[in-house]
């Protein structure tokens, strides 16, 4: 049995991140996939678990061997999925979850038409800009940016599978969980 990829996009600053950490406490068969990218670290942040953090040129050569599923630039620094954090999961049937943003998304449904599209919505698009200056991690500049990103990105939620709006969190991770929990024990009896 293989597993299912799920891939969870939508606005910086939305939560995806919140809601992700809850569906993996409700769905114990849920994986999360750590992306690449060369993006600072954040000083809460460990190498490994949120990212794994690279040089530019590492990140480079890793895009040159092939490494990524998909990889790309956003608010001025590089992203990226990793093969090796996706492939031999999915193989093993296990599910696995990536939280990247909207162009990779897609690139990711081009290649494996069989993932799982969710896009976590805001309740209203004004609360974005309150989360991501009360986060307090981003200069004014990248803030500007990730807002000019997200108005872009809210027009992307048709192409995807799943909308969930994260009114609440716990209630938004109950939706993506049930995506993978019930229906993979369903197909197993089919
Ligand atoms: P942040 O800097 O806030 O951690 O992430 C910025 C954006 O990059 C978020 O929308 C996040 O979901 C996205 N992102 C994180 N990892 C990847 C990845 O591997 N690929 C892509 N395409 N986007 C990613």
Do not use: C, W
């Not at 939305?14 to 600072?40: F, H, M, N, Q, Y």
């Amino acid at each position: 049995m293989k597993g299912r990829l799920v891939v969870v996009s939508g606005p910086s600053g939305v939560g995806k991140g919140t809601v992700i950490a809850e569906a993996l406490r409700r769905a114990p068969d849920l994986e999360l996939a750590t992306s690449a990218t060369t993006r600072p670290r954040r000083q809460e942040e460990v190498d490994g678990r949120e990212y794994h953090f690279l040089s530019g040129p590492e990140f480079e050569r890793r895009v040159e061997e092939g490494a990524f599923l998909e990889h790309v630039s956003y608010a001025g620094n590089r992203y990226g999925t990793l093969r090796s954090e996706v492939e031999r999961r999915l193989r093993a049937g296990r599910d696995v979850v990536l939280e990247i943003e909207v162009v990779g998304a897609r690139a990711i449904k081009r290649q494996m038409p069989e993932a799982v599209l969710v896009f976590i919505a805001p309740p209203e698009v004004a609360d974005l800009e309150a989360r991501l200056r009360g986060r307090g991690t981003d200069t004014e500049k990248e803030i500007e940016s990730r807002l000019e990103i997200a108005r872009r990105e809210m027009e992307a939620q048709a192409e995807f599978d799943h909308v969930i709006v994260n009114d609440t969190a716990e209630r938004a991770a109950a939706e993506l969980a049930a995506l993978v929990g019930p229906a993979n024990e369903d197909e197993e009896h089919r």
